[in-house]
């Protein structure tokens, strides 16, 4: 039953803040900056990248490589379109230089801080995020979330040594939280990732969904919406906050 719920987790990127737009626009920045790629066209360079980066992606979340050789392939493979050749320690330093820019243009959201700030006095409130804890622990604090949350209520794949999809993934806030799972709501945008994950450790998942996606097989989100914000008009999440 809903009225039991104890514990809403959420995912971290493109759920509590916008990652893709900060990395559409930092890719293009960082683009014109570095030596390698300033004198390409950009365009072309873009839809290349785009395409290995998801290309890479997929064959990660398959365990097939790590998230650094993600990051180097998508590179290298694009550039072998431009006939140029780095090693994977130019594009470990490519990579440096478009995360720090990256994070500068990271900026606290009130809307979201309000918002959790509401939903922690009626429930227990987590974050569950794939990633590297630094990367991760520099998002965060470009948030200002690290107001919000304790160390204790933040859980970052590298330090749990397990990624979701998997259940154990979401196995550790519970145990942290002391909840079963049917006391836990999910809030994430990755159908495979975070929904997929979710449901099958037997969590109630609500799936942010901005772009209109079909979802694939025959799990069903407890919710969809298009935004963070949109839940502020949902019963679910307005039963004991009461906005």
Request: charged residues 30%; hydrophobic residues 40%; glycine residues 4%.
């Amino acid at each position: 039953m809903l009225k039991d719920i104890k514990l809403v987790l959420f995912d971290l990127d493109n759920t509590l803040f916008d990652f893709e737009t900060y990395w559409t626009i930092a890719t293009k920045e960082y683009f014109y900056l570095s030596d390698i790629t300033r004198n390409l066209p950009f365009e072309e360079f873009f839809s290349r990248f785009s395409y290995y980066d998801h290309y890479f992606w997929e064959r990660h979340l398959l365990g097939e490589q790590s998230l650094d050789e993600v990051r180097q392939q998508r590179l290298m493979h694009t550039l072998i379109h431009f006939n140029i050749v780095i090693n994977a320690e130019e594009a470990d330093a490519y990579f440096k230089g478009f995360f720090n820019l990256l994070l500068s243009l990271i900026k606290r959201d009130e809307k979201v801080h309000s918002f959790l700030k509401d939903l922690k006095q009626s429930f227990k409130v987590g974050i569950v995020t794939n990633g590297k804890v630094d990367e991760q622990r520099a998002k965060l604090s470009r948030l200002g979330l690290f107001e919000l949350f304790t160390e204790d209520e933040i859980f970052i794949s590298e330090d749990m040594d397990v990624e979701k999809p998997h259940e154990d993934a979401f196995f550790s806030p519970l145990l942290k939280f002391n909840v079963s799972p049917t006391e836990v709501i999910y809030v994430g945008d990755s159908w495979s990732s975070d929904i997929v994950g979710a449901i099958n450790a037997g969590i109630d998942a609500v799936w942010l969904n901005p772009k209109g996606l079909e979802p694939r097989g025959n799990l069903k989100p407890l919710l969809i919406k298009s935004s963070l914000m949109d839940l502020q008009d949902c019963d679910l999440f307005r039963m004991k906050v009461g906005v």
